[in-house]
């Protein structure tokens, strides 16, 4: 099924880094997320172009970029190899337009070709309007599953038992 006949999509290149890297800044401001000390653009500049496991899909539309999808190779012990979608964002003004249909089903069409399992992500549980999207789509919410993470002193605490 094609969402959107007029969108074009690119993988992000390093010369289009610096303007289309606005758009995880604005999914900050949109979200009221703060941003990290360690969360940089130039930091991940060096993160995606010094490996091949993470894959940036830019969807441009009128000639601007629209929204994106940031995912990257994931494995699981029960089920094999997948995709983890990290980031699915439209901007405010593109909404409403099928962007993130299309770029959702990009992915899923990169999750066929290459034999994934399926995609993961995680949704934050105030965003009913994500969880809706995603849900609609046909993502099942694994109910028994917790996203733990062990960050800034928990991390150096644990490291330091090494």
Known sequence: MEYLLTCAFRSMRRESFQRSW???????SVLRTPAHGHYRGDACARWIWGTTEFRVLIADLDNQPAGYAFFFNCYSTFRGRGLFLED??????????????????????????????????????????????????GATLLGDWRTACFDGDAQQVLAARR
């Open 22 to 28: 606005r758009l995880p800044k604005l999914v900050r």
């Open 88 to 137: 699915l964002f439209v901007r405010p003004e593109f909404r409403g337009k099928k962007v993130g249909d299309a770029l959702l089903s990009h992915v899923a069409a990169v999750a066929r070709d290459e034999t994934c399992f399926g995609i993961m992500l995680n949704v934050l549980g105030w965003n009913q309007s994500a969880i809706e999207f995603f849900q609609k789509h």
